[in-house]
T-cell receptor
Framework: DAGVIQSPRHEVTEMGQEVTLRCKPI?????LFWYRQTMMRGLELLIY????????DSGMPEDRFSAKMPNASFSTLKIQPSEPRDSAVYFC????????????FGSGTQLSVL | GENVEQHPSTLSVQEGDSAVIKCTYS??????FPWYKQELGKRPQLIID?????GEKKDQRIAVTLNKTAKHFSLHITETQPEDSAVYFC????????????FGAGTQVVVTP
């Protein structure tokens, strides 16, 4: 298995632009998580899905952030409009069921908003 | 909700010595406690985990202990090697917050030859 696949690996954009991050979970995993990692705030859970349904989006910073999971093999995290404070590494992770299960992280997307 | 505190934030050890990282959690309903290792520029990867019905678990040079009464758990690395240098995160999963892992702030471990 190729593991959790994220794209792009790096994204540099200008303030105000729309940014879309993509994730393909491990086949057969029912739960998908989006995390943001910064030096100041560590690993923050933004949103997670179970069976393609958003379960908890309380970690999404504000309305500029949205996430979708149209099917079991694909999810997107969108920021519109982007701001410099959104600069971070965004990780997607998946697990078999979400309950006390090992999380498999993708390689992350390093986002820089200028 | 769950709150996980992790200490120390940085840890420097001589190669061959032991390293201990401690975490406390607040939610007595937490029942699953994984530890992740993140090397520079890489993704976090699970190295060991423990469930609330177990007090200790060992895997080669790493071990984790859990004290449910005191609500704390620890990671022990023995005979440290330079490749153990990384950031280590503890986490806790509560049965009250389905699917939601709360991570500690991380410990930067530096093993000097």
């Amino acid at each position: 298995d190729a593991g959790v696949i994220q794209s792009p690996r790096h994204e540099v954009t200008e303030m105000g632009q729309e940014v879309t991050l993509r994730c393909k979970p491990i086949s057969g995993h029912n739960s998908l998580f989006w995390y943001r990692q910064t030096m100041m705030r560590g690993l923050e859970l933004l949103i997670y899905f179970n069976n393609n349904v958003p379960i908890d989006d309380s970690g999404m910073p504000e309305d500029r952030f949205s996430a979708k999971m149209p099917n079991a093999s694909f999810s997107t995290l969108k920021i519109q409009p982007s701001e410099p404070r959104d600069s971070a590494v965004y990780f997607c992770a998946s697990s078999l069921s979400g309950r006390e299960e090992k999380l498999f992280f993708g390689s992350g997307t390093q986002l820089s908003v200028l | 909700g769950e709150n996980v505190e992790q200490h120390p934030s940085t840890l420097s050890v001589q190669e061959g010595d032991s390293a201990v990282i401690k975490c406390t959690y607040s939610d007595s309903a937490s029942n699953y406690f994984p530890w992740y290792k993140q090397e520079l520029g890489k993704r976090p990867q699970l190295i060991i985990d423990i469930r609330s019905n177990v007090g200790e678990k060992k895997d080669q040079r790493i071990a984790v202990t859990l004290n449910k009464t005191a609500k704390h758990f620890s990671l022990h690395i023995t005979e440290t090697q330079p490749e153990d240098s990384a950031v280590y995160f503890c986490a806790a999963h509560s049965t009250d917050s389905w699917g939601k892992l709360q991570f500690g702030a991380g410990t930067q471990v530096v093993v000097t030859p």
